[in-house]
């Protein structure tokens, strides 16, 4: 298998409950950059995303009940969601995966600033919620 020429984790995901008491922790005691928070109300989360190097830390608030973020605190409790690597050609990789016999979730969809994502099953990345992004 040919390896991608660009791959690299653009951050890690963790879901807290409250955005208000994580923050301090990453950012005040572990001394992470408070880069920006959203509340992203089409994905029913707020975020807060952490500069760490040349990665991120992104924490995950649910603000509505049924999404898959919210069931995921609910049955799991806050810790690690999803790990994010950025490529350069998101179609090439899920196309590769897809032939590899991953189970992809969706289509890939398009962030406000362009960025491309789509997700990867944990069934079929060893029990680990991978997200793939293509930044414009």
Same mark, same amino acid.
């Given at each position: 298998?040919?390896?991608?020429?660009?791959i690299?984790?653009?951050?890690?995901?963790?879901?807290?409950?409250?955005?208000?008491?994580?923050?301090?922790?990453?950012?005040?005691? !572990?001394?992470?950059?408070?880069?920006? $928070? #959203? /509340?992203?109300? *089409?994905?029913?989360?707020?975020? +807060?995303f952490?500069? &760490?190097?040349?990665?991120?830390?992104?924490l995950?608030?649910?603000?509505?009940?049924d999404?898959?973020?919210?069931?995921?605190?609910?049955?799991?409790?806050?810790? !690690?969601h999803?790990?994010?690597m950025? $490529? #350069? /050609?998101?179609? *090439?990789?899920?196309?590769?995966? +897809?032939?590899?016999? &991953?189970?992809?979730?969706?289509?890939?969809?398009?962030?406000?600033?362009?960025?491309?994502?789509?997700?990867?099953?944990?069934?079929?990345?060893?029990?680990?919620? !991978?997200?793939?992004?293509?930044?414009?």
């Amino acid at each position: 298998m040919q390896t991608p020429s660009h791959i690299r984790v653009d951050h890690i995901a963790i879901v807290v409950k409250a955005l208000d008491h994580a923050i301090p922790f990453y950012s005040q005691a !572990l001394g992470l950059q408070l880069e920006r $928070v #959203e /509340d992203l109300p *089409a994905e029913g989360v707020k975020i +807060a995303f952490l500069l &760490a190097g040349d990665s991120g830390v992104e924490l995950l608030e649910p603000t509505v009940p049924d999404t898959g973020v919210a069931r995921f605190l609910g049955k799991r409790g806050e810790g !690690l969601h999803h790990i994010c690597m950025e $490529v #350069e /050609d998101i179609q *090439a990789v899920l196309d590769r995966l +897809a032939a590899a016999g &991953a189970e992809l979730i969706g289509t890939p969809q398009q962030h406000p600033d362009g960025t491309l994502y789509a997700f990867i099953h944990p069934k079929s990345a060893h029990g680990v919620l !991978l997200e793939l992004y293509q930044k414009p």
